[in-house]
């Protein structure tokens, strides 16, 4: 399977703990979004990547949120200190700037979080 | 936020009939692009329009879009059950350089067989 990936699928974790997610790109897609969604809304943009560096971030993004793409390849975003509110499907995508079809991402299956 | 709002919130009708859905949006756009998924599922790609564009067709779905109105429809046409799914538009600002989705609420739509 060549689409995006996305570790793991779910999360359950104690309010307070922190959590990291990761998110494996196509292959050649230099750049990588963050979206999140909550249950019956839309996704919202968090961030996005032009190969490792973040180049736009959104207010929902707290301090106590991180996303990082070291080697322009994969992505994690991690969570500190969690909260209820935390409780979402966060999502990845990723395209190809300069080539490809403009403007599409490609989401990845998403990880769903729920903070107990 | 939201940019906009779809209507309906949620449709059901029975298979082999046409479904349409429509979206208003808020900002000047570079393209509208509407979206799949699949109970709690990742986004699929259906179809893109840009702003100098009206209408766009690809298979069974058909996408217009009103500039002066801020609005676009999606007709899907010979529904079938695995239709059944969320959709959501996405726009794309028209300001260089900004590269975020900005998605709508969704219609939940529903295929009866």
């Known amino acids: 399977d060549t689409g995006v990936s996305q570790n793991p699928r779910h999360k359950i974790t104690k309010r307070g703990q922190n959590v990291t997610f990761r998110c494996d790109p196509i292959s050649e897609h230099n750049r990588l979004y963050w979206y999140r969604q909550t249950l019956g809304q839309g996704p919202e943009f968090l961030t996005y990547f032009q190969n490792e560096a973040q180049l736009e971030k959104s207010r929902l993004l707290s301090d106590r949120f991180s996303a990082e793409r070291p080697k322009g390849s994969f992505s994690t975003l991690e969570i500190q200190r969690t909260e209820q509110g935390d409780s979402a499907m966060y999502l990845c995508?990723?395209?190809?700037f300069g080539g490809g079809t403009p403007d599409t991402q490609y989401f990845g299956p998403g990880t769903r979080l729920t903070v107990l | 936020s939201q940019q906009g709002e779809e209507d309906p919130q949620a449709l059901s009708i029975q298979e082999g009939e046409n479904a349409t859905m429509n979206c208003s949006y808020k900002?000047?756009?570079?393209?509208l692009q509407w979206y799949r998924q699949n109970s709690g599922r990742g986004l699929v790609h259906l179809i893109l329009i840009r702003s100098n564009e009206r209408e766009k067709h690809s298979g069974r779905l058909r996408v217009t879009l009103d500039t002066s109105k801020k609005s676009s429809s999606l007709l899907i046409t010979a529904s079938r059950a695995a239709d059944t799914a969320s959709y959501f538009c996405?726009?794309?600002?028209?300001?260089?350089?900004?590269?975020?989705?900005?998605f709508g609420t969704g219609t939940r739509l529903t295929i009866i067989p």
């Open positions: 995508a990723s395209r190809p």
């Open positions: 996405a726009t794309v600002p028209s300001n260089f350089g900004n590269e975020k989705l900005t």
């Open positions: 900002t000047s756009i570079n393209n």
